[in-house]
T-cell receptor
Framework: AQKVTQAQTEISVVEKEDVTLDCVYE???????LFWYKQPPSGELVFLIR??????QNEISGRYSWNFQKSTSSFNFTITASQVVDSAVYFC??????????????FGKGTKLSVKP | DADVTQTPRNRITKTGKRIMLECSQT?????MYWYRQDPGLGLRLIYY???????NKGEISDGYSVSRQAQAKFSLSLESAIPNQTALYFC???????????????FGPGTRLLVL
């Protein structure tokens, strides 16, 4: 069965610190997709990144970076030089691929990040 | 204008009342989804629809029903609301025809529902 675990329920850092949000997944499929979403205090869900299981290259987008390691079934998210605007709940999600189509998203329970000034 | 809209954004209702949450999208996506979010539980799938004639139950469909009136509209109904249906409800859309078959779900702003 597929599962996503975000073991860190809440993290608090001071502005300009680097912070890593952990995501560990379980799947029996060889083809799957991993996602990160951000939910700021205003409540909407913002798509951040999608990664397929065949692409293990790390990705960097500004202060955000993602480390995908199939060997440890992890897809961790790092924010460098955190800012107050990064305060949000971050969700990791998994989607398997079968029957020629992507399956539904399975979400982790989220990590609440608080960045203090 | 937002690509995925939800109405109402906030709703308070009483136990036993029927309530409908509506979702509209201008993205032209075929697939639409309804999720609920409860504190500490992440998002859980209620129903999903791959096209107007294809509706499927998700993980937690009991107590809910849906209607796909058109490609752009997907409504969620609570036939007889109960307090444990108090939650934040999200609609999402996706389309496998885009991005080489790799789908991304895009979410509406959410509807906060309180059942007294």
């Amino acid at each position: 069965a597929q599962k996503v675990t975000q073991a860190q329920t809440e993290i608090s850092v001071v502005e300009k610190e680097d912070v890593t949000l952990d995501c560990v997944y379980e799947t029996r499929d060889t083809t799957y997709y991993l996602f990160w979403y951000k939910q700021p205090p205003s409540g909407e869900l913002v798509f951040l990144i999608r990664r397929n299981s065949f692409d293990e290259q790390n990705e960097i987008s500004g202060r955000y970076s993602w480390n995908f390691q199939k060997s440890t079934s992890s897809f961790n998210f790092t924010i460098t030089a955190s800012q107050v605007v990064d305060s949000a709940v971050y969700f990791c999600a998994l989607s398997e691929y079968y029957g020629g189509s992507q399956g539904n998203l399975i979400f982790g329970k989220g990590t609440k990040l608080s960045v203090k000034p | 204008d937002a690509d995925v809209t939800q109405t109402p954004r906030n709703r308070i209702t009483k136990t036993g009342k029927r309530i409908m949450l509506e979702c509209s999208q201008t993205k032209g996506h075929d697939r639409m989804y309804w999720y609920r979010q409860d504190p500490g539980l992440g998002l859980r799938l209620i129903y999903y629809s791959f096209d107007v004639k294809d509706i499927n139950k998700g993980e937690i469909s009991d107590g809910y029903s849906v209607s796909r009136q058109a490609q752009a509209k997907f409504s969620l109904s609570l036939e007889s609301a109960i307090p444990n249906q108090t939650a934040l409800y999200f609609c999402a859309t996706s389309d496998p025809k885009l991005a080489g078959g790799e789908e991304t779900q895009y979410f509406g702003p959410g509807t906060r529902l309180l059942v007294l």
